[in-house]
């Protein structure tokens, strides 16, 4: 169960910086709603996209 746990986490954390790097030239006027499923297990999350290019650090 653990295993699984740490597995998702890290996968959501992957994806979620991800998401950060791809559309550079979107607007940071507000928040971005991210969804991940895993099984049975649903996180919403909203993201908030910093100005300028870069690869940005997305936390969950």
Not at 21 to 48: F, I, Q
């Amino acid at each position: 169960m653990m295993t699984k746990l740490c597995v998702f986490i890290l996968s959501a954390l992957v994806l979620s910086s991800g998401l950060a790097t791809t559309a550079a030239d979107h607007a940071s006027g507000g928040p971005e709603t991210v969804v991940l499923h895993n099984g049975p297990v649903t996180l919403y999350a909203l993201l908030w996209r910093p100005q300028g290019r870069g690869r940005f650090p997305a936390i969950l």
